[in-house]
Structures are given as C-alpha cells and as structure tokens.
C-alpha cells in the first residue's frame, strides 16, 4: 500500500492504494465514478478515455503509482452541475450517442482534440477520435457533433468561425 | 406526403443526457455491499470427455467463497433458447474451447482469477470437427446425442426442373460467409443478489430479461416468481446478448454463497463464449431467360452451428426462406442443413441469416446481368416483388412492397449524386 494524490475534476484525493493498480480500477471502485468504462482491458477500444494532464489516455493501460500528483479529467468533471458542457450538448444534437458505452470516452478524446486546436479540420477530429471504437452510431456523426462544438465554442470565445 | 408525428422529425433519446454525463447505470457499474467476484474455469479442449476435476486446491485459497462443478448445481444442468442442449458447467464432456467447467466467487476478481488456475481437470481429448463437412462425415462422433444434423429444412415452389428448362441462361456458384463477433464495446456483464426473502435478482446487460428468467430459474431451482431479470443499460447487443451469457453463471454463485456477486467476462471470453454470427456454405444455381426474367433458383445452405443451437435453426432456415432475395421467382428449391460442429457457438446477429443469403443473392444478380449485358439495376427492377407476387414460401403480398420505389429513387438520386471515383 502506498499513498497517493490525485486531483481529479479537481477533487483532490489523497489515497492509500496499491500503486499497481489500474487507474480505471481506483476511479471506479475506489472513487465510484464509473462513468470510465472498461472495454477491451488493453488500450483497443477507447472506452476508458480520460485526461491526465489535458492529455488522453486509456486508464486501463495507466498504473496509479504512474499518476501521483496528476490531474484527471473523466466524464464527471466536464458538466457544471446539470449545465452540459458544449460537447456533451453537440453529441445530443447531432445524435452521437446510442448505447453509450463507447460515449464518456469518445467525449473526453473530442475535449483533447478542441483544447490543443479549437477549429479542427476533418481529417485532425478523426485522427484524434482513431483511439475510440464505436460500434452503433458509426463515427459520422461522432464527427459531425466534434464540428458542431467546435463551432459553437469558437462562437462563445470569439476565436475563428468554427466550419 | 402526409405528416407523422414522430416520423422525419428529430427526435432526442430519452437516456441521452446520462449517457452524456456518463451517469448511466450498466451492469457493471453496480456496486453491492459484500459484492464477490465470480469467474469461470473454460475447457482447454474443443471436444473432450471429462475424467475427473479437482477443486481441492481452489477451495483452499483465502478469499475464495465458491468453486462449484456440475454436481453443485441445484437445479437443471442445461440451457439453451431454443433447445436445452447447453450445460451450465460441463458435466460428462464440453464441446468447443472455452465451456465452462468450474465457477469460482471470490473477494476480488485477482483471486478469482488464481482459484481458477488451481483447479485441475482431467481430459480425454475426442476428434473434434470444424467444418460442416467433417461434422456431417459418416465416422464422425455425434457432438451431441442426436447427432451432427440439428435440422434439414425444406423449400419447395412450383418445380425447378421445369424453371430451369425455361431458361436460356443459368448461373451457378457456391458462397461463403465467415463467422463474426458482435464485439459490442461492453462485454457481457451480470450482478447476481439473494434478498433477505429469498427473492434472486439479475441486474444484467442483456436483450431479453424474460427469456433469462426462463433459463435461469430451473438452473437454480427457484420458480420462476422468485427470480427477478432486470436488463440495465447496455453497451451494444446486436444479437449477441439474445443467449444467456454471464446471468446464470451469476446467479448460481449469488444463491450458493449468499452474497452478491458481479460476473464480466474478460474480451477474450466475450470472443471465444458469446455466440457469432453463423458462417455459411450457400450452393446456389439461377436461371433467367434471356430478356433477365428470373425463372428458377435451387440452393443447399450448410451452416456451421458451433457446439450449441441458440436459435441457430431457425436462422439456417431464414437464410433459405430469403435466399430468393427480394425477386419473384416462380420456382424454387432450397435445402437448409444446421450443423453441430466444436467451433464457437453461432446466435442471432443483425440479419438473422438474411445477410448470408444477400451476398449469394445479389453477387448472382450482378453475374446474370453481367451475362446478360444488362445493367445491375435494370434486371433488379424487373424481378422486384410487387403487390399481387408471391414470396418464396408463396406468400403473396396484397398490401406493399417498398422496394421497387426504393431503387427508383435510388436511380434517381445517383443520377444527381455521382459516387466519389465513379462506379465501374
């Protein structure tokens, strides 16, 4: 056992875990937020997408003890309250979502690709989701919902027209 | 065109702001006070005869609450959708790689995972077949009692020599489809609890809770009103979560220890124990006389059922209830063959067989026109059912047929919308 921090959705946590667990594993059993899913349990499917230091990565492949002191983001941490962040609001829009599962991962990836470049071309929003299966929707209007919150926040922000 | 009320209007899922938020609840993201994991031991063999298995090891382990074999059963050892052909846990023999042998219900999943590992089971390996051919060979071991042949399905209209005489050209091949996995991104997943009255209840990400409750209830010995299903969310089914898969397995651990018990299946079972779509080899011959009228069509299809039925009957017969496409074809033979066979268990999947057909149908639509030097969407227009054909059951539809229209505004549209490269 060992005792960790970790800042997550801006929570600080201090914890006393093994560092070799799975961080999915001490997000969902230890701090209950399973809105991270596990998938595959090998870094393929996505499903277990958060941000660690702004950047993506699948917390199935990712140790606690790698992790002391960083920040994570999961899908918990993107709504203000009942207010919906600007994707979530655009995967509803576009109808991005059907069962689900592949949804808090592909959301967070979305997150990483806006926050490095707020006006994505096509190509730069499917590279960026190449790392999150789905297996309902199908990815056009994942893409779709990415494009139309990338517009809808570069409005908000007054940076670029969005396309 | 009239006005719907729902149809052509946007429409918001009702479930699609938690699912947003990541606040919908899938089976695994219960959590139950003193929940124990359960996992299962799978047989390293597609066909062999059990001699002994020794649990004494396992049993040993801290942390272990459960390991249980067929004789801990309390109830019936089979299930099954349509026919009780599959044991819960394989009792004289298993039939494919990855049966289940042993249950184990453990503090955490990592000693669930090790309880496993030090169970011991005795094999004697039997020839196993994986293809139809071998299955169906006159040496080959019946897989089950009855034998390799589950089902053989007749269709019969009008008379195909008869058809095949009035053609000028005929077309012949044989087609093969692959077996394919649904590959859902949540794997199957099951939350098993007895109440404090005795009452069990299924938390489970599945398709059907009533035909669960069916299957589980005998297996665990309760009646049926004791035993409660509840499908939560799931993450993607397409078929694949039609059979039981995790709920007995979950059940029969949550009633022998008394506590709840979450059973996942790992990727790796999800591949090899969870049902597939059923590989097909379809013969098929198509006769149509030279102006493209279809006359005649004869098939045989062998499907490769896996070791357990599922509902995989009924979907070899669908395949050839359809392998006339959707054309009017005076004269019709289809024979349909479900083959028992030691590959992995083959179920619904989006089609339901109708797929497997499509490809031989409409790859021998496009030969005919080819031959024909027709175009691919002329002869399909000219052999489209419409109100007042007959099927190939001989059904004849009195009210509409969409499809006709369908590639009418299909032409339509390409006319207006050419494909990015051009068609060849």
């Known amino acids: ?163 | 065109m009239s006005e719907f009320s729902i149809v052509g209007k946007r429409a918001e899922r009702k479930d699609v702001r938690s699912k947003v938020l990541g606040k919908a609840l899938y089976a695994g993201d219960l959590y139950r006070p003193g929940m124990l994991h359960g996992k299962a031991l799978r047989s390293e063999y597609p066909h062999a005869r059990i001699i002994s298995i020794d649990t004494s090891r396992a049993e040993k382990l801290p942390g272990v609450h459960a390991v249980m074999t067929h004789k801990d059963i309390p109830g019936i050892n089979r299930f099954g959708l349509a026919i009780l052909d599959q044991p819960v846990l394989a009792d004289d023999k298993v039939r494919r790689m990855g049966d289940a042998v042993a249950l184990v219900a453990a503090e955490t999943v990592e000693i669930a995972e090790e309880a496993i590992r030090l169970i011991k089971v005795e094999y004697e390996e039997l020839p196993a077949y994986f293809t139809v051919e071998a299955a169906l060979a006159e040496d080959a071991l019946p897989i089950h009692e009855g034998g390799n042949l589950l089902q053989h399905t007749k269709l019969r209209k009008g008379n195909v020599e008869e058809g095949f005489a009035q053609s000028d050209i005929i077309v012949e091949n044989v087609y093969q489809t692959q077996r394919v996995d649904h590959a859902y991104i949540e794997p199957e997943t099951s939350v098993a609890e007895l109440d404090h009255e005795g009452n069990l209840t299924v938390w489970s990400s599945t398709q059907y809770p009533f035909r669960d409750r069916r299957q589980i209830a005998p297996v665990v010995n309760m009646p049926s009103n004791k035993v409660r299903v509840i499908q939560m969310t799931t993450g993607g089914a397409f078929g694949g979560k039609d059979d039981i898969t995790t709920e007995i397995q979950a059940a029969l651990l949550a009633v022998k220890t008394g506590r709840p018990v979450k059973v996942v299946w790992s990727r790796q079972e999800s591949m090899v124990c969870s049902t597939k779509r059923h590989p097909m080899k379809i013969f098929i011959k198509t006769g149509a006389t030279r102006d493209g009228m279809l006359m005649a069509m004869e098939g045989k299809i062998y499907s490769d059922k896996g070791a357990y039925c599922s509902i995989g009957h009924f979907i070899t017969k669908k395949a050839g209830l359809h392998l006339s496409g959707p054309y009017h074809i005076p004269h019709i033979k289809v024979d349909t063959y479900a083959v028992y066979t030691n590959n992995t268990i083959c179920g619904p999947y989006r089609g339901f067989g109708i797929l497997q057909a499509s490809f031989a149908h409409e790859s021998q639509m496009d030969l005919l026109a080819e031959k024909l030097g027709m175009s691919p969407l002329e002869i399909r227009l000219k052999n489209a059912l419409k109100v007042g054909l007959s099927n190939a059951t001989g059904q004849v539809f009195e009210h509409s047929v969409g499809f006709y229209e369908t590639l009418k505004r299909a032409e339509e549209y390409m006319k207006t919308h050419p494909l990015e490269g051009g068609v060849e």
């Open chain 1, 1 to 163: 056992m060992k005792k960790l921090k970790l800042i997550v959705n801006d929570v600080v946590y201090e914890l006393e875990t093994r560092p070799e667990r799975r961080l999915l594993d001490v997000l969902r059993d230890e701090l209950h937020l399973t809105g991270t899913k596990e998938g595959c349990s090998e870094g393929e499917c996505g499903a277990c997408t958060v941000l660690i230091d702004g950047k993506p990565a699948d917390s199935c492949l990712v140790l606690v003890g790698q992790v002391d002191g960083c920040h994570i983001t999961t899908i918990e941490g993107l709504s203000d309250g009942n207010e919906l962040h600007t994707l979530q609001q655009a995967f509803i829009k576009a109808g991005a979502v059907q069962c689900g599962y592949c949804t808090p991962g592909m959301i967070l990836s979305a997150k990483a690709v806006l926050d490095q470049n707020p006006n994505p071309s096509e190509e730069e929003i499917r590279k960026g989701l190449s790392g999150n299966l789905c297996r309902c929707t199908g990815y056009q209007k994942i893409v779709d919902a990415v494009r139309l919150a990338a517009g809808e926040l570069s409005a908000k922000t007054g940076k670029g027209g969005g396309n």
